[in-house]
């Protein structure tokens, strides 16, 4: 067997990047490990750190990236850019690093040669096509959503992929599914009604053969660290799996991490605090999570003209304070601190954030602040659930089961979300990081190997 005969399935998410890898014949997608620091090593953090070492500029990946912004820091040409994903759509060009402008679609770049080139190492050899995944909407905004996918696109191009494809990250998700317990993939056709328009929703007819033994409708729900997404889909005996709808919004765990910020966090940062000149700003104490903005704040001259406006004399030490958390990028530190004790809620009552970068954070978080700062986030589950329901002609009765996928998905608010609405037998999942790209793999697969028009994909001209 060649690499003509290999494809990948490329999962790029906000938070963690990983890739599987399908062959013509069957068996299942083998996920493959793309970084050697993380763990698992098939899971990468989406993170690039762009540094000097002496006299020498280097870039790293992943885990590295994240040793690296410990070891270095920000100072000078140091900078550490993660939460890619959820900026692509920006009307950005790009930034300058390490003396020279590097485009958004370069940025992104840097991630994917780093995935392709590990995933080649162990696939044997290069393999030039790929279905790569995307939410089902980028943002509502419409001019947003396709700015961010031609990013993904160029970036795609630019890493080596010359046969290129997309598919909506839900739908594989629930691909992944065609993959039995044994390791065999289960036969199974696709149809579905224009899968990967941004928004897409809709019935679609079926026929040909299924692997359904009575008829299954499945719901599932994939939260990620920038965007939610919802698929429906319905397999009957003797009918292909039917894609019935699919819904997204641009809301999941990196905003839940900026609320829980936002409610909880601030008092360190100046809130209700009184200096000689003044207060801090409002909007100032909103930039503190402001995760998508992070990486432009540091060199944002308003917001340096109005710290030293607080204290021209530097010798107050809590603008003083801020200026070095903006201008260090401290708040990427912070917003990982806010995760770790996010995810720690999920079995503890109560969680101790400890942080140190300019400001000092040391404040304890609890299960209700969580569950207050996720309540937007359940609020759009609900109306996703009621998109995909009403375009399908649904009851939520008529729900065989729900699978959560994606690591916001584990939260407890979650869980007990879904559970309230459609009982504890239908909840199931364990918001699996993997399952999108093995699916993208099965879907690439059909859609490249086989020649197989009916899988929900659609290809790059």
Same mark, same amino acid.
């Given at each position: ?13 906000? *938070?963690?990047?990983?890739? =599987?890898?399908?062959? @013509?014949?069957?068996?299942a997608p083998r996920l493959l490990p793309v970084d050697? +620091?993380?763990?698992?090593? %098939? ?15 280097? *870039? ?10 410990l070891v270095h820091g920000v100072r000078g040409e ?23 402008? &590097? ?14 080139? #590990? ?27 396709? $700015?961010? %996918? ?28 065609d993959v039995g317990a044994g390791g065999d993939e289960? $036969?199974?056709?696709?149809?579905? #009604? ?36 919802? *698929?429906? &889909? ?28 936002? !409610? ?30 992070? #990486? ?6 308003? +917001? ?17 304070? +801020?200026?070095?958390?903006?201008? %260090? ?23 101790? /954030? ?5 400001? /000092? ?5 609890? @299960? ?43 939260? =407890?608010?979650? #869980? !007990? ?18 399952? /999108?790209? !093995? ?6 697969? $059909? ?12 290809? /790059?001209?």
């Amino acid at each position: 067997m060649t690499t003509n005969d290999l494809v990948y399935g490329l999962d790029f998410g906000t *938070s963690n990047t990983s890739i =599987a890898l399908a062959a @013509r014949g069957g068996g299942a997608p083998r996920l493959l490990p793309v970084d050697p +620091l993380a763990d698992p090593p %098939e899971v990468l953090p989406t993170l690039v750190y762009f540094g000097q070492r002496g006299a020498e500029l280097f *870039s790293s990946v992943g885990a590295a990236a994240w040793r690296d912004l410990l070891v270095h820091g920000v100072r000078g040409e140091g900078r550490f850019l993660f939460e890619l994903k959820a900026v692509m759509g920006l009307p950005l060009d790009g930034t300058r690093l390490q003396g020279r402008f &590097v485009t958004m679609p370069e940025l992104v770049a840097t991630v994917l040669r780093h995935v392709k080139a #590990h995933a080649d190492a162990a696939a044997g050899g290069p393999v030039d096509r790929v279905v790569c995944g995307r939410p089902a909407r980028f943002s509502d905004d419409p001019e947003t959503d396709r $700015r961010a %996918e031609r990013v993904l696109d160029a970036a795609l191009e630019r890493a080596g992929f010359r046969e290129r494809a997309f598919a909506l990250e839900p739908v594989a998700a629930d691909a992944a599914a065609d993959v039995g317990a044994g390791g065999d993939e289960v $036969r199974a056709e696709w149809t579905s #009604h224009d899968p990967t328009a941004a928004g897409a929703t809709g019935r679609a007819p079926g026929g040909g053969p299924g692997r359904a033994r009575t008829p299954t409708v499945t719901l599932t729900v994939d939260i990620g660290g920038g965007t939610l997404d919802v *698929s429906l &889909v319905r397999r009957a005996p003797g009918a292909r799996p039917e894609v019935l709808a699919v819904a997204g919004k641009p809301e999941a765990g990196r905003n839940v991490d900026r609320r829980l910020v936002y !409610e909880r966090l601030l008092e360190p940062f100046g809130r209700g605090a009184a200096l000689r000149r003044g207060e801090v700003p409002a909007w100032v104490l909103n930039k503190v999570g402001a995760w998508n903005e992070l #990486h432009l704040l540091a060199e944002d001259p308003k +917001l340096l003209q109005t710290l030293t406006r607080l204290d021209p004399t530097g010798r107050e030490p809590l603008p003083q304070a +801020l200026k070095r958390y903006f201008r %260090e990028r401290q708040g990427y530190a912070l917003l990982r601190e806010v995760e770790a004790r996010k995810i720690e809620l999920a079995t503890a009552p109560a969680a101790k /954030v400890r942080f140190s970068g300019g400001v /000092v954070v040391l404040e304890t978080l609890d @299960r209700p602040a969580l569950a207050a700062a996720a309540a937007p986030l359940l609020a759009a589950i609900d109306r996703c659930v009621d998109e995909v329901l009403a375009a399908a002609g649904l009851e939520a009765g008529a729900i065989d089961a729900v699978e959560r996928i994606g690591g916001t998905s584990r939260l =407890a608010a979650v #869980h !007990e979300h879904l559970v309230a609405r459609f009982g504890p037998a239908r909840v199931r999942g364990q918001g699996s990081l993997t399952a /999108v790209a !093995e699916g993208l793999a099965v879907l690439g697969r $059909r859609w490249f190997l086989e020649g197989d028009r009916s899988a929900p994909v659609r290809e /790059v001209a």
